[in-house]
């Protein structure tokens, strides 16, 4: 079975809150990363729709 990671919505996501939260981001504490990532999946939540729909775009502007 082919691995296709770019397709796979998790794996969109794992990458946009690493480049967004984790990458290039100092966090003094363990309690100050999972806050941030809280609060990317919080926005996430928030904007369901709108994230669906942007993931939706992404895969098939890859096709």
């Not at 691995?3 to 809150?17: A, D, K, T, Y």
Request: hydrophobic share 45%.
């Amino acid at each position: 079975m082919p691995c296709s990671p770019n397709l796979n919505g998790v794996e969109r996501i794992w990458g946009w809150l690493k480049k967004s939260v984790i990458s290039n981001q100092f966090h003094a504490t363990h309690a100050d990363i999972l806050r941030s990532v809280l609060s990317f999946l919080e926005h996430i939540e928030k904007f369901s729709k709108k994230v669906l729909r942007l993931l939706g775009s992404m895969a098939m502007s890859e096709n």
